[in-house]
C-alpha cells in the first residue's frame, strides 16, 4: 500500500510492485469484483441456464494486454430469461459498478452450436463462466 496525505485527506492506493499484489488483486477481484458483481445480481432472475463475461474485461482478467482501458462489461446470458428482470438486475451492476454492462441473449446451446461472426468472435477469445448457484455467504 503506498498513502500520502493532502491535508486532512489521505490517499491510498496499491502497490503493484509488492510481491502481494497479484495473489490478493486476484482474491478481491473473486470476492468483490466484477465476476462477483454480476454473479450476484444475475442469480435471482429466471430462466437463466448460464451467463458469461466476454470481450475486453474477460481478457484483460485472463491477461491479455490491451491498447485502451475497459470502458465496459459484456456478458453473455445463455437461456430464455425473464427480461425485465434480467435489465433491472443489471441496471444494479452498473450503478454498484461504475460502468456499463451490456448483455447480450442467446438459446441455451448456442455455446456448443452457434454460428456466425458473432459466436466466432466470443469463441476465440477469453470467457468468464459466472457460479450463479452459489450458496449465500453468511
Avoid at 70 to 77: F, G, N, R, Y
Wanted: hydrophobic share 45%; charged share 25%; proline share 6%.
Amino acid at each position: 500500500m503506498i498513502s500520502r496525505r493532502i491535508g486532512n485527506t489521505r490517499l491510498v492506493r496499491a502497490d503493484v510492485s509488492s510481491p502481494y499484489y497479484a495473489g490478493l488483486a486476484d482474491v478481491l477481484v473473486k470476492a468483490f469484483g466484477v465476476p462477483a458483481v454480476v454473479a450476484e445480481v444475475l442469480a435471482d432472475v429466471r430462466g437463466i441456464n448460464r451467463a458469461v463475461i466476454y470481450g475486453s474485461w474477460a481478457a484483460r482478467h485472463a491477461g491479455q494486454a490491451g491498447v485502451r482501458p475497459v470502458a465496459d462489461i459484456d456478458v453473455l446470458v445463455l437461456g430464455d430469461p425473464d427480461r425485465d428482470q434480467l435489465y433491472a438486475a443489471l441496471d444494479g451492476a452498473q450503478k454498484r459498478l461504475g460502468r456499463p454492462v451490456q448483455c447480450t441473449i442467446r438459446d441455451a446451446d448456442w455455446l456448443e452450436h452457434g454460428s456466425g461472426s458473432f459466436y466466432e468472435t466470443v469463441t476465440s477469445r477469453p470467457m468468464l463462466e459466472l457460479r450463479l448457484n452459489e450458496p449465500a455467504k453468511p
